[in-house]
């Protein structure tokens, strides 16, 4: 016996059961699939982001700067630690803990919202029409492979099935000594050497986890300059304290062959020099990209597109090639972030609905959760340069800030970029503490199109860090106050 519902939502990750839920509160009846099983075999909603990826990354990266706080800062402030030491399996289990409560939340929302919960693989069985569906002329009927079988039917799908982790050609992930984002989560001891494949948002905050509690840490990047994405000023500061810390960064390299023996990984590489090198590591983690995941979706059931890296084809709206089937999220194009991944879920459920839902490409803020934090909105100074606008530049270094100073922690800079004529924001690129909060107001601002004056104009709490972004704006125009 088949169910109907306005909407199927396949994967309850942060792109699926925001859509989810968006729709039950716009009178949609809705239906959300994911197959992700706890330790227990049970459901655990939140995908990639609330498994192993945001929100448990975020709790050892907590853990371990408290640790770093202890072993190296308290001393400053007149605060001696005797015996400190750190129990690695407590802090797992914290973080095991915070996924939980993230996982039982989405239950809780679901219940609240009345969206129905399908625990298990969601795939394509066929299009159906006419008399196969009530109300409707048009839609899918979808099976769901878990504890029980269901077969569900909706006119309108939509897919969040995000990504999975890419593996090195040669080197599987085995999660014991080759780690994905899965088992770089999961480790209960700290490896006394960590070898990093990728120098990416995901390889920096894992090594900097390990590196915190004790571990000699290589990250062997391919790329030549450092985080190429981030405006250059704003990586070279943070390339800097990085290194200072302790991080091994090399950079311009070429992997080798990488062999797993039982007790350690040795990978070969080429450094950019073009001489050949060796690093042996107990375990190495892989962070290189993600790919978008359909496994198990039986796309070719009805015919749906995918390109030549899996990715479902959408149009800016999200919209598939098949009439009422939508998807959002790491499975389509654009950059891989849960908040992206919100925004199309929500935008989606408000056109299903009927209503013009809109996501602002040009304001996706990114965030790299490492200490110094990184953030960034809008343009850096490369790519304005490479697009041929004129533009002023205005930077404001913490080392200035008074609360900065007071929280002993002075790294980096806010860095604002206007328009040379009209003034109005055109990127804002934080390296320092609290960047990841810091970013919230000028992504505001450039949603509304401020100009720098405005937020030059604007009173600010003292003392605070987000004064910074205040003297930033008034550099634009050459009148800093505290600098
Ligand atoms: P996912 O979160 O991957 O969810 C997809 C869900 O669909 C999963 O639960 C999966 O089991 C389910 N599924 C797949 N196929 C099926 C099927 N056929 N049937 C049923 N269910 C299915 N982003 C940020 O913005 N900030 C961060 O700090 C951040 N940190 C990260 C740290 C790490 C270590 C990693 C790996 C990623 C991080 N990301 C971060 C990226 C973020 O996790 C993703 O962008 C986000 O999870 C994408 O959401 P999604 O809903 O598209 O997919």
Known sequence: M????????????????????RAAQLGKNVACVDEWKNSAGGPALGGTCTNTGCIPSKALLQSSEHFDHASHHFADHGIAVKGLSMDSAKMVARKDAVV????????????????????????????????????????YEIKVAGAAEETLLAQQVIVATGS???????????????????????????????GLIGSGVIGLEMGSVWRR?????????????????????????????????????????????????????SVAWTNAKGEAQKLDVDKLIVSIGRVPNTTGLNAQAVGLQLDERGAIVVDGDCRTNLPGVWAVGDVVRGPMLAHKAEEEGVAVAERIAGQHGHVNFNTIPWV???????????????????????????????????????????????????????????????????????????????EFRASSEDIARICHAHPTLSESTREAALAVDKRTLNF
């Open 2 to 21: 088949s169910k109907q519902f306005d909407v199927i939502v396949i994967g309850g990750g942060p792109g699926g059961y925001i859509a989810a839920i």
């Open 100 to 139: 939980k409560q993230n996982n039982d939340g989405i239950l809780y929302l679901f219940k609240k919202n009345k969206v129905s919960f399908f625990h298990g693989r969601a795939s394509f069985v066929k299009a159906v029409e006419g008399a196969a569906l009530t109300g409707a002329a048009q839609g």
């Open 164 to 194: 999975t982790a890419r593996a090195l050609p040669g080197a599987p992930f085995d999660e014991t000594q080759v780690l994905s984002n899965e088992g770089a989560l999961a480790l209960t001891a700290v490896p006394k050497k960590l």
């Open 213 to 265: 509690l004790g571990a000699e840490v290589t990250i062997l990047e391919g790329l030549p300059t450092f985080l190429g994405a981030v405006d250059e000023q704003i990586a070279k500061e943070a390339h800097k304290a990085f290194v200072k810390q302790g991080l091994k960064i090399e950079l311009g390299v070429t992997v080798g062959e990488v062999k797993v023996a039982k007790k350690g990984v």
């Open 368 to 446: 790299i959760y490492t200490s110094p934090e990184i953030a960034w909105v809008g343009r850096t100074e490369q790519q304005l340069k490479a697009d041929g606008v004129a533009y002023k530049a205005g930077t404001f270094p913490f080392l200035a800030n008074g609360r900065a100073r007071a929280l002993g922690d002075t790294t980096g800079m806010v860095k604002m970029l206007a328009d040379a004529s009209t003034d109005e924001i055109l990127g804002v690129h934080i390296v320092g503490p609290m960047a990841s909060e810091l970013i919230a107001e000028c992504v505001v601002a450039m």
